[in-house]
């Protein structure tokens, strides 16, 4: 299968946005998603960029049925740890009928790759405990599974409580 990553322009977020969709419906969280593609073109292509993403895309001749190019993503940001600078992938996407055809795969090196350039010292993101393919697939490029060789719980402080925790601060 001929395709192509690159850096993603801020004439992509329509695609991320459509992408990240696909992604949500896959894991049954729709109703989770709020970002929109206006928020896409802020927060990415800014002048501080909270996040930074790559494109796979196919020449015209493998587009899709719904004429789209653009067949799949990673998104990510860079964070700090005890072991130093590190590349968080917040997600990895490729549509369905491209599966199987290393452009996942690809997109994962190429994450891996930017980090290392930017002085990283290892890739962190998470898998939803039921999705076994997925984990299949990240173990397969030896990656190791925090949660039950560390005992690790990916947390979260969101909403109300996120609100709450915020009013809690004397500073």
């Known amino acids: ?3 192509t990553i690159r850096t993603a322009t801020v004439e992509d977020c329509k695609d991320i946005r459509r992408m990240m969709s696909e992604l949500a419906e896959y894991l049954n969280i729709t109703d989770q998603i709020t970002i929109t593609q206006k928020d896409l073109k802020q927060d990415g292509f800014s002048k501080n960029p909270l996040f930074h993403a790559i ?3 196919v020449p015209e001749q ?5 004429g789209h190019t653009k067949i799949g993503f990673s998104m990510y940001f860079y964070i700090y740890s005890w072991k130093g600078q590190t590349v968080f992938m917040e997600d990895l996407y490729v549509m369905p009928e491209f599966r199987g055809k290393g452009i996942g795969k690809a997109l994962i090196s190429k994450v891996a790759q930017l980090g290392r ?3 990283c010292t290892q890739l962190k993101f998470t898998v939803l405990n039921w999705d076994k393919k997925a984990l299949d697939f990240y ?3 030896d990656s190791t599974d925090l949660t039950s060789d560390l005992g690790y719980h990916y947390m979260c402080c969101h909403g109300d409580a996120f609100q709450m925790m915020a009013d809690k601060s004397s500073a």
């Not at 493998?62 to 719904?66: E, G, L, M, S, V």
């Open 139 to 141: 173990l397969n490029q």
């Open 1 to 3: 299968m001929n395709f």
């Open 55 to 57: 494109i796979a895309e």
């Open 117 to 119: 350039d930017a002085g």
């Open 62 to 66: 493998h587009k899709t049925k719904d």
